[in-house]
Structures are given as C-alpha cells and as structure tokens.
C-alpha cells in the first residue's frame, strides 16, 4: 500500500494534469457540437487502431477453424457438382449418385521425381482405399495406392505409370491421359480421332470409363495439338497447380466392387 501512495505522490502533477484535461473535454464534449465532433471522430481514429491489432490476432486463432468450414462448404458444393453430372444422365433425376468424398489434406508432396507420390492425412480408419481417385479444389490429382491406418499414399497424376480416362469436352470424344516426365503443369491427351474437330483452349474432363473418377472433374485446357494423320496427339495444361497442393477430396465409388466383378 505504501508504495502505491508513494507512486501518487510521486506523479501527482502527472495525474492533477489528466484530471483537468478529462474534465475540460468533458465540459467542451457537452457544451460544444464542434469539439463533440472532434472527439468523437477521435474516439473512433483510437478505437480503430487499438482494435485493429487485436482483430488481426484473434482472426490468426481463427484461420483453422476458418479453413475447416471452408473445406466442408467446398465439400458440399463438389458433392453437389458431381450428383448433377451423375443424374443428367439418368432419366430418374432422384437416383442418388454412387460417389462419396472424403476430404484430406496433403502432407507430403514430391514433383521432381519421374514417379512422383502424394501422401495424404486419411487412412483405412478414414474408410480410404486403394484405387480411388483424388481431386484438388479444381481438377483431378491422382488415384490412392496404398493406405496406412491413418495415411495414404497417391501416384501422382505426374506419375509415369499411370493413365487416367479423359475427354474432350466439347466432342465428348474418348482418350488416354498420362505424363511424359516433363514440365509439371502440362500432360499429354492421345487416341482421339482426328474427325473430331479439336481448337486451342478446349477442355479436357475425365471420362467416367473407369471407377476412379466420375464423369467432367476438370483436367485442364488444350494447348498445342498434333496428329499423325489418324489420331491426335494433345498437350493439356492443367487446371491445378501440382506444386502447390493443400486440400483434396478422396473418392469413393460405391458401386466399384460390382462394376470390377463383371470384368472378370
């Protein structure tokens, strides 16, 4: 207690001065419009900037929680997109559409390798399995190889050994999509047609002749074409961006079993 009446006495010409000065606004506050304004327009220049910093960090706590919800409403909406393009197929526009997402996030990512794989935060626990298909927030990243309880492996669409069913959108015409091992935002589209008439900016999508993708996941644009006389050769730019990965959304067809069963 000493002290404090020590720190009092010690400033008292300090605090005699803030009292005045309090007690001058107030009177100039209540008996003047103009300087009612003034501090009015005071208090908010003070208010703004002692509050801005504690927005900012509060907003910092927030950013997972934040990107959680963005997640699920992406979630939603591509669970939408892809039962529109599954029922306008089908006469029945009720049917409920055989695929399930399953959302995850990428933790390790290799792009300099000729066979590059994705690991991902979503396991067997997760109901994840081998051979389902993987899509980013715009196109297509690759197909689920093998799975641990908690994580999973994914071949990377820039993955030499694999090749996924795609189509020219516009023609609706059929073909095999793989990586030649070079720049990694450009793959190759071969085995259409050259009947079909085919331009510069065209759009790739999956095809949906195989249980790993549904039909019209984004792929990416048509960027140089050529043609050995029977069937084109086209170099697709992708839609995403394999260098910078974060969320995915794993696939699952639940009619895979029995589609595989009658191949055999």
Not at 75 to 81: A, C, E
Not at 245 to 258: A, G, M, P
């Given at each position: 207690?000493?002290?404090?009446?020590?720190?009092?006495?010690?400033?008292?010409?300090?605090?005699?001065?803030?009292?005045?000065?309090?007690?001058?606004?107030?009177f100039?506050?209540?008996?003047?419009?103009?300087?009612?304004?003034?501090?009015?327009?005071?208090?908010?220049?003070?208010?703004?900037?002692?509050?801005?910093?504690?927005?900012?960090?509060?907003?910092?706590?927030?950013?997972?929680?934040?990107?959680?919800?963005?997640?699920?409403?992406n979630?939603?909406?591509?669970?939408?997109?892809i039962?529109?393009?599954?029922?306008?197929?089908?006469?029945?526009?009720?049917?409920?559409?055989?695929?399930?997402?399953?959302?995850?996030?990428?933790?390790?990512?290799?792009?300099?390798?000729?066979r590059?794989?994705?690991?991902?935060?979503?396991?067997s626990?997760?109901?994840?399995?081998?051979?389902?298909?993987v899509?980013?927030?715009?196109?297509?990243?690759?197909?689920?190889?093998?799975?641990?309880?908690?994580?999973?492996?994914?071949?990377?669409?820039l993955?030499?050994?694999?090749?996924?069913?795609?189509?020219?959108?516009?023609?609706?015409?059929?073909?095999?999509?793989?990586?030649?091992?070079?720049?990694?935002?450009?793959?190759?589209?071969?085995?259409?047609?050259?009947?079909?008439?085919?331009?510069?900016?065209?759009?790739?999508?999956?095809?949906?002749?195989?249980?790993?993708?549904?039909?019209g996941?984004?792929?990416?644009k048509?960027?140089?074409?050529e043609?050995?006389?029977?069937?084109?050769?086209?170099?697709?730019?992708?839609?995403?961006?394999?260098t910078?990965?974060?969320?995915?959304?794993?696939?699952?067809?639940?009619?895979?079993?029995?589609?595989?069963?009658?191949?055999?």
């Open positions: 207690m000493q002290w404090i009446l020590g720190f009092i006495l010690r400033y008292k010409n300090l605090f005699l001065y803030l009292f005045f000065v309090a007690v001058t606004l107030f100039s506050y209540y008996q003047s419009e103009y300087h009612k304004s003034k501090l009015f327009k005071a208090s908010i220049f003070v208010t703004g900037k002692t509050s801005e910093p504690i927005k900012k960090l509060n907003s910092y706590f927030k950013l997972k929680k934040i990107n959680t919800q963005l997640v699920e409403e979630l939603y909406l591509k669970s939408l997109v039962d529109k393009s599954y029922n306008s197929k089908l006469e029945d526009k009720n049917n409920d559409s055989p695929f399930r997402l399953i959302p995850g996030y990428v933790i390790k990512n290799d792009i300099s390798s000729s590059n794989i994705i690991v991902i935060n979503k396991g626990s997760d109901m994840v399995k081998k051979e389902m298909g899509i980013g927030s715009k196109g297509v990243v690759g197909i689920v190889n093998q799975t641990t309880e908690k994580f999973s492996s994914v071949l990377s669409i993955h030499k050994d694999i090749k996924i069913n795609a189509k020219h959108k516009k023609s609706n015409s059929f073909g095999s999509l793989f990586w030649e091992g070079n720049s990694p935002d450009k793959v190759t589209l071969t085995d259409i047609s050259i009947i079909n008439k085919i331009d510069i900016g065209d759009t790739i999508v999956t095809g949906g002749m195989s249980t790993y993708f549904p039909e996941i984004p792929v990416g048509v960027i140089e074409i043609s050995d006389g029977i069937y084109y050769s086209l170099m697709v730019e992708l839609i995403n961006n394999m910078n990965l974060d969320n995915v959304y794993i696939i699952e067809n639940i009619n895979k079993s029995e589609i595989n069963s009658l191949y055999k």
